[in-house]
Each structure stands twice: as structure tokens, then as C-alpha cells.
């Protein structure tokens, strides 16, 4: 019996989604459970598996197309061993795969397979199959491509007379491909904030050796009572944070239009760095998250965000945020705005530097910070003040637990 595979429910804020990768094709058997199908959205990649054993049958959308909430991608056979044939198939699906074989110099690729195929102007007809009824795989693509490095096509047929300069191998290599959906949107807001905010940083260094002390002297005691929750520095950046939030409500705020919003909560989104880009998970409600449910919930949102598994209700919202470019080395940095929230903490690499200290020079763990605001709402003092509170709580991390 056949069933119609379909995208997702996509939430309101989520208009469509693109079809990144088909990680199986029409006749291949399928287990339960099993992913078929990635869908991009502009904030996640959304998996879809297969509902049952079986096969596919057909596919609707192709890699690169734009699907809607809840359209149908594909139809799927429960129960089926996978050995689906050309004469099982619609008759539309087997002129097709009839005029793709006549295309490709008699060889049937899969869509994954061509893609890469005309992106590195392959000939099919020279690249040996190996899936089934000797269908090219994307992995066969692949393999031909970094066994024979083969050159452009188009090269070999052009004219002697206009042939271009031979360069030299392994050399001055160029690769096109379109940008992800998410690395869109990505793009679109940081624009949107840079051309609609008047934003500013302001920039302060904190004494990193209080809360290496206090890290050095109870991180294992506190790794073994939490489950193995290791103690590091984003939960008292977090509670910090929190704390200075109270204090300063217009870096907690958020504009809407003409309107001035105050959160009389804070949500502190951190940002995490994936290989498909920058996603922003939420702590939610940080005022009533002790420091080891912050550093449980981030290590959580760090594995899931690189396997893709973050929800889109996960990554919305937030009053503030948090990124840590000091865990790549970075010294100094000008964070961006995440709209629509009116601030952003920018955390640095720990270094150690000669300081004056009750007249004497002495060598410090010390970090810069950086704070970047919205102009238009938090005035110059404000920002300084509430970053000079991050800085006195984090020198002084008994003052976090008691709220002073």
C-alpha cells in the first residue's frame, strides 16, 4: 500500500523550505525510522524519515526546489523490498528515467549524482556505476573526481585556436555553489541590523581569575553531583548576565515599530556555530536556571545544534544574547545586533597580560568584552554601566549567588 510522503508542519514565522539532500532515491529499500529527505528552512534543517519499512516509489521534488508546509514530496510503499523496477513505476517515471539513460550515454544517475556531474562538467557516460542495474551513485561522482581530477569538459571540445593556458595542476581551483537558505537568511539579518540600528560597542576587560579559582577548586566535586555537567565559564557569563538584565531593563527590551517592549523575564540566547552556519538557541527564563541547569542546556544545544536537531521553537525569541568567539581564538571583536533584541555581549580569548594591581605589576587572566547596542533605545551610560556590572559580578562571583 503507498502512502504520500510530505514536508513538515512548518511554524507560522517559516514560509516554505528548500529540499537540500535525498539520502535515498526511488527503488531503494527504506527501514523505519530511516531518514529519506533534508529540508532546509531559514533557521533549521528538518529531517523526514521513512514511515514504515518499505521503498520509495516516486519523487515529487527535486534537490534545490522550494516546498510548502505539508506538501507532498514523495509517495512510499510500506512493505516493499526495495527491488521496485522501471515496469513497477508510473509510465511517466519510466520515460523519464528512459530519457535520462539516453542523455547520459546510457547510464542512469541519481538527481544527487547529476548535480555534482554538471557542476564539475563530468561526463556520466565515463564515470563507472555501481548502484543498482549499474545506476551512478553520488559517491561514484565523487570518487571519479578525486581519482582522476578530471578537467572541464567543455575544454577538451573547445577550438585549438581560442584554448586557454594551461594552469597548473592542483592549482588555482575554483568551486561554484549556491548558498544554503539558512546562509541567506543569515545574511539578510545581519544587513537588516547593520542598515536599521544605530549600533554601537562599547568595550571592557574583566579579571578571568576569581572564576578560574573557583572552577579549579570545585569542577570535579561539581561534574560528579551534576551527572557529569562540566562547570565552565558560559554559566556565570550567563547569570551575570541575568543580573545585570534586572538592573538595566533597556538592554533587555526590544523595539517594535514606534513601540518600546520590556521583558519582565530574560531569555538569553547563545550562539552556537555549526558547519551549515550561526544558529541562536534560547535559555529560557535564565532568572530561574541555577548555573548547572545553564551549562546542561548549552552542552545540549551545542551536540544537537551540530547534528541538526534543534527545533525552530528552540531558536525563537530571546531578549539578549551571548557569543563566545574566544573558544576560535578571537581577542577582540564588534558583535552584530540579533534583531529584534537591543543588545548583544560579545565574550574573547583569555590572555594573559601584566596588570597594575594595588600598585604592583602582576601577570592577570584577563578577557575582553564587548558590548554592542542599539543607540536608538540604550543610551551610552547605560551600556558602560551594565557592562562594568558583568564585569564587577564576574570578579567577584560570590556576588552572583547572592544577587548583589
Keep these: 500500500m503507498s502512502t504520500d510522503i510530505k514536508a513538515p508542519t512548518f511554524p507560522e514565522s ?21 531518514l529519506i529527505v533534508d529540508i532546509e528552512t531559514d533557521k533549521v534543517v528538518l529531517e523526514v524519515v521513512a514511515p514504515a519499512d518499505g521503498a520509495l516509489i516516486e519523487v515529487f521534488k527535486g534537490e534545490g526546489e522550494t516546498v510548502l508546509s505539508n506538501e507532498i514530496i514523495a509517495k512510499f510503499e510500506a512493505g516493499a523490498s526495495g527491488s521496485v523496477t522501471a515496469e513497477a513505476a508510473p509510465a511517466e517515471q519510466k520515460g523519464a528515467a528512459t530519457a535520462e539513460s539516453n542523455d547520459s550515454g546510457d547510464k542512469l544517475l541519481s538527481p544527487a549524482a547529476r548535480k555534482i556531474a554538471d557542476e564539475n562538467n563530468i561526463d556520466p557516460a565515463s564515470v563507472a556505476g555501481t548502484g543498482r542495474d ?65 549600533m554601537l ?134 558583535p552584530i545586533l540579533n534583531l529584534p533584541q537591543t543588545a548583544i555581549l560579545g565574550m574573547h580569548k583569555i590572555q594573559e597580560r601584566p596588570m597594575a594591581v594595588n600598585g604592583e605589576v602582576k601577570i592577570r587572566p584577563m578577557m575582553y568584552l564587548a558590548l554592542s547596542y542599539d543607540h536608538r533605545l540604550i543610551d551610552g551610560k547605560e551600556a558602560v554601566q551594565f557592562l562594568v556590572a558583568i564585569k564587577e559580578l564576574l570578579e567577584d562571583p560570590a556576588r552572583i549567588l547572592l544577587e548583589i
Design 134 to 198: 549499474g545506476r551512478v551513485t553520488k559517491e561514484d561522482v565523487l570518487n571519479h573526481v578525486k581519482s582522476a581530477g578530471s578537467k572541464p569538459a567543455a575544454a577538451a571540445t573547445a577550438p585549438a585556436a581560442v584554448a586557454a593556458p594551461a594552469a597548473p595542476e592542483g592549482d588555482r581551483v575554483e568551486k561554484r555553489v549556491p548558498m544554503t537558505r539558512l546562509r541567506k537568511r543569515i545574511a539578510e539579518r545581519l544587513l537588516e541590523a547593520t542598515s536599521t540600528t544605530a
Design 201 to 334: 560597542t562599547t568595550f571592557n576587560e574583566v579579571d578571568m581569575g576569581p572564576v578560574m579559582e573557583l572552577r579549579k577548586q570545585y569542577k570535579d566535586k561539581f561534574e560528579k553531583i551534576h551527572n557529569g555537567t562540566r562547570l565552565g565559564f558560559m554559566g556565570f557569563f550567563v547569570k551575570a548576565a541575568t543580573e545585570a538584565l534586572k538592573r538595566y531593563p533597556a538592554v533587555n527590551a526590544s523595539l517594535d515599530n514606534n513601540d518600546v517592549v520590556y521583558h519582565g523575564y530574560q531569555d538569553i540566547g547563545v550562539a552556537v556555530s555549526t558547519e551549515k552556519g550561526l544558529v541562536v538557541p534560547v535559555l529560557r527564563s535564565t532568572e530561574n536556571m541555577s548555573i548547572a541547569e545553564v551549562e546542561s542546556t548549552i552542552r545540549d544545544f551545542g551536540m544537537r545544534a551540530r547534528d541538526g536537531k534543534l527545533g525552530i521553537d528552540e531558536m525563537t525569541g530571546g531578549t539578549f544574547t551571548i557569543t563566545n568567539g574566544g573558544v576560535f581564538g578571537s581577542l577582540l571583536s564588534t
Design 14 to 34: 517559516v514560509q516554505d523550505g528548500t529540499i537540500a539532500t535525498w539520502h535515498k532515491q526511488p527503488g531503494e529499500a527504506v527501514s523505519r525510522d530511516e
